[in-house]
């Protein structure tokens, strides 16, 4: 079933939805916006998948790439997650990166080494949380 099937509404709305929740001024409603988002890249065949993972990932607002990793974090397989998760663990926001890094612990399974060069990038980061996130990730890589 498409996600365009499974959303009163068309698809257009239902992501015009989901993105003036992840800007709400709510942590929880912006957290309820990654849920729907989740649900929503669950629901949807693998081009559509694709076409709204790639879309929010490059977003330029910065509530919506943290809603993206965040949904990521669900184990819906994305075919581009790696290279999704890659660039968001690159953002200029810290949360954006710490989530990313959250998404890549559930993802690690399909392809570790994708993720330890993921992980192996944020060692460095700015950000102890983030630090501490990607040296737990790299032990765990290293077994």
């Known amino acids: 079933m498409a996600m365009s ?21 709510s942590d929880q409603v912006r957290v309820s916006a990654a849920v729907g ?12 998948r694709i076409d709204l993972v790639c879309t929010w990932a490059l977003s330029p607002d910065t509530d ?3 809603a993206l990793a965040r949904a990521l974090t669900w184990s819906t397989p994305v075919f581009v997650a790696d290279l999704v998760l890659e660039q968001l663990a690159e953002d200029e926001s ?3 990166r710490a989530a990313a890094l ?13 993720y330890v060069r ?7 980061d700015p950000d102890a949380n983030v630090q501490r996130l990607a040296r737990a990730l790299f032990q765990r890589a290293r077994g």
């Open 37 to 48: 988002l989740a649900r929503a890249i669950e629901r949807a065949n693998a081009p559509e």
């Open 5 to 25: 099937d499974s959303w009163p509404g068309s698809m257009t709305q239902a992501a015009e939805e989901l993105r003036r929740l992840a800007r709400d001024v």
């Open 118 to 124: 993921i992980v192996s990038k944020c060692i460095d």
């Open 102 to 114: 959250v998404a890549v612990a559930k993802h690690f399974h399909e392809d570790s080494s994708a």
């Open 64 to 66: 919506e790439r943290l």
């Open 94 to 96: 810290t949360p954006v």
